[in-house]
């Protein structure tokens, strides 16, 4: 993802010092595909895949669903289904760092290009991603302790993924016929796939045609369609619906549908195969199911990090009303609160779960997550002013922060906010490297930056807030995250 301008300019406040009088998303009417297909990209690079790989999917998705005549019901719960298929990407990730010695990114990315149901490719694809860089009796140890898990062990990481995702996919009130396709998204026709072994057509129809789009854009952005159609017409009637297959080989000769997945403007290209009849409009209720689901999304992916995005949101909340603060800049800040870290989905877990202090060169991959962010949410047009502040949560006012370098009164109010709420829920936690500290530690470490890294005034508002309600540490619901990891290895 490449870097872009921060603009201070918009931002709805007096001075970055004082409270916004305004909101932080400027739009009453946002269309839920626009804010589903921004948010995507969170998840292709949770999974390693280039940007746009979910858009790019419900492209081809949707494409066939044209050609089968599916009802508009259909079309509409498998549009969402696409997009968000990889909802439960993150819930796995950790599993995969520790299984492969390896960065997940990289090992979910290889999968996707590896037929593993054939024993030979997954023995040469485990060597060749287990411990890079190790010893061989390092890779040895890593395969070992895989064969031993053996194909029970498979089924359970796809397991999480998909029932997390179709979970994720419930909260967000989408149609039950979306979640069953995401749960059904890496079952094979043959009945070898996961998490459950279903067969033929007990997997559902968008469940198959999901699993399709996703291996044909994966090697058609790779090596280019005729690649993409060669391996559709390999796993016909394995992994595919050979129904599906047959009417995707027609869409060859399609010239200017297979250009539109090179489009540099996907959202775009995405926006119209929405059915008309059927198009969801984001109110309020809607924004916070969004944020709440991704926030879920991201504390996922390491069971250092759960919770933290839910207990950041409910700090900052408590601190804003301190100032009192309206109830709908309330609403925004608590959504910032819970999205401030989606940038972190594009950090390998091999260095969020690492069992001691990062090295200086993994706190500069750590560093990129407040940029990642801002990327991701800009590209929401009624976000631009909540992406900002989001992104702004580790600026220190003495400019010592990341990823901008912004200080003093460049760094806009709620940013100050999120940051010590942010300190101060990271130090109430458990880490690799340290305990959690209790609340008197904390405060002294808040009060020794105040006016130097922290803005003093919310340093005074946390410690207001944390009279009227005690912080309450999330170590317990860590060490329970943890130890259900350390079940399923």
């Known amino acids: 993802m490449s870097s872009v301008a921060f603009d201070n300019s918009c931002l709805p406040r007096a001075a970055a010092s004082e409270p916004p009088s305004g909101r932080l998303i400027s739009a009453t009417e946002i269309r839920f595909s626009e804010i589903i297909s921004a948010l995507s990209v969170a998840l292709d690079i949770t999974q390693g895949q280039p940007e746009g790989h979910c858009m790019r999917s419900a492209l081809i998705g949707m494409r066939l669903a044209e050609e089968l005549h599916l009802p508009t019901t259909d079309r509409s719960a498998l549009f969402y289904a696409l997009l968000l298929k990889d909802l439960g990407c993150s819930s796995n990730a950790a599993k995969m760092a520790y299984l492969f010695g390896a960065d997940d990114r990289a090992v979910k990315r290889s999968i996707r290009m590896v037929d593993l149901t054939r024993p030979s490719d997954a023995v040469k694809h485990c060597w060749r991603h287990c411990a890079p860089g190790g010893s061989k009796i390092d890779k040895l140890l890593k395969m070992a302790a895989m064969v031993r898990s053996g194909a029970e062990g498979a089924r359970k990481i796809a397991q999480v993924r998909c029932e997390r995702g179709a979970e994720i996919a419930r909260a967000l009130q989408l149609p039950e016929a979306t979640a069953t396709a995401i749960l059904h998204l890496d079952e094979h026709w043959d009945g070898q796939g996961f998490p459950c072994g279903l067969k033929g057509e007990n997997i559902s129809l968008l469940g198959r045609i999901c699993c399709l789009a996703q291996t044909v854009e994966v090697f058609f952005t790779a090596y280019g369609l005729n690649s993409a ?20 080989l027609t869409l060859k000769r399609d ?16 926006a119209p195969w929405e059915p008309e009849e059927t198009v969801l409009l984001a109110d309020e209720p809607c924004l916070d199911r969004v944020a709440a689901a991704f926030a879920r999304v991201v504390d996922a992916k390491s069971p250092w990090t759960y919770q933290h995005s839910t207990r950041v949101a ?14 709908e800049l309330e609403r925004d800040i608590r959504r910032a609160g819970l999205l401030h870290d989606i940038g972190k989905l594009g950090v390998s877990s091999l260095i969020l779960d690492k069992p001691g202090k990062p090295t ?26 909540l992406a900002d502040v989001a992104a702004a949560h580790h600026e220190r006012l003495d400019g ?5 370098r912004m200080e003093q009164d460049q760094i806009p109010w709620v940013a100050r906010v999120l940051a010590v709420a942010d300190i101060c829920e990271a130090l109430s936690a458990q880490r690799p490297y340290r305990d959690a500290l209790p609340w008197q530690r904390i405060e002294d470490i808040l009060l020794r930056d105040s006016g130097t890294g922290l803005d003093p005034d919310c340093v005074e508002a946390l410690r207001h ?25």
Not at 465 to 489: A, G, K, M, P, Y
């Open 229 to 248: 159609l060669e391996v559709a017409r390999a796993r016909r009637s394995r992994w595919f619906d050979p129904q599906l297959v047959d009417s995707l």
């Open 360 to 385: 200086d060169e993994e706190f500069d991959e750590i560093r990129k997550h407040p940029d990642y962010t801002q990327q991701i949410l800009q590209q929401i047009d009624a976000f631009g002013t």
């Open 255 to 270: 010239s200017a549908f297979w250009s539109r997945l090179r489009s540099d403007d996907l959202p775009g290209e995405v």
């Open 314 to 327: 409910e700090i900052a909340v408590g601190m804003a009303r301190q100032f009192s603060v309206s109830d």
């Open 465 to 489: 807030s944390q009279e009227r309600q005690q912080l309450v540490s999330r170590v317990e619901c860590q060490l329970t995250e943890i130890d259900r990891l350390v079940s399923e290895l």
């Open 400 to 404: 010592r922060g990341y990823h901008r």
